[in-house]
């Protein structure tokens, strides 16, 4: 079955850029769907910041999209998130997933805590 | 402010029948058929339930079943069970501005 791992930074300094990737296991990201990313603050509703076809056409969250930056690496089966210039209310819990197209999130990794602080 | 809008608590008993509403607007529920929703329960990952409205993924109990009507979605829970309290998030395309997705603020399921 599919599986998807977080990994990455745990804390963040302001002013920085969060990066974070996402290893698929089970399923070869080339062969379709799309693949994003959705965050969670603390306490908090989700949040959905973008995603990215197989083939490279990204969709952002329009909030969000002078900041981000998805993009996959196939040979190594993952996608990657980069949000530059974060602040405290970046702040949240990133998760990546597998979009089965219309935004819907079929697979999900358990998600990792992102605390933006100096 | 979330751009779907989610009562924030919702509660049933054991056996009961329970509705979540989500109501967006033309542009997102009302505009595709592209509505989902996820469980989610404390300190995990949230789950999808349904999709395309009224579609259950494999593997999903046929208590869960959605429905749209104008610019609302619903979820209904039938025959409501403990391990149904959870939070639940209605989602949904919008082409507003740029394609994207739009997330309702949640609500949560008391089982009494």
């Known amino acids: 079955q599919v599986q998807l791992q977080e990994s990455g930074p745990g804390q963040v300094k302001p002013s920085e850029t969060l990066s974070l990737t996402c290893a698929v296991s089970?399923?070869?990201?080339?062969?379709?769907?799309?693949w994003g990313w959705i965050r969670q603050p603390p306490g908090k509703g989700l949040e959905w910041i973008g995603s990215?076809?197989?083939?490279?056409?990204?969709y952002y969250n329009p909030s969000l999209k002078s900041r981000v930056t998805i993009s996959v690496d196939t040979s190594k089966n993952q996608f990657s998130l980069k949000l530059n210039s974060v602040t405290a209310a970046d702040t949240a819990v990133y998760y990546c997933?597998?979009?089965?197209?219309?935004?819907?999130?079929?697979?999900w990794g358990q998600g990792t805590l992102v605390t933006v602080s100096s | 402010q979330s751009a779907l809008t989610q009562p924030a608590s919702v509660s049933g008993s054991p056996g009961q029948s329970i509705t979540i509403s989500c109501t967006g607007t033309?542009?997102?529920?009302?505009?595709?058929?592209?509505v989902s929703w996820y469980q989610q329960h404390p300190g995990k990952a949230p789950k999808l339930m349904i999709y395309?409205?009224?579609d259950r993924p494999s593997g999903v109990s046929n208590r869960f079943s959605g429905s749209k009507s104008g610019n609302t979605a619903s979820l209904t829970i039938s025959g409501l069970q403990a391990e149904d309290e959870a939070d639940y998030y209605c989602?949904?395309?919008?082409?507003?501005?740029?394609?994207?997705?739009?997330f309702g603020g949640g609500t949560k399921l008391t089982v009494l």
């Open positions: 990215m076809y197989h083939s490279g056409s990204t």
């Open positions: 997933a597998r979009d089965r197209g219309g935004g819907c999130s079929d697979c």
């Open positions: 395309d409205v009224s």
């Open positions: 089970g399923y070869s990201i080339s062969s379709g769907y799309y």
């Open positions: 033309s542009s997102d529920v009302g505009g595709y058929n592209y």
């Open positions: 989602g949904s395309y919008t082409s507003s501005s740029t394609p994207h997705v739009v």
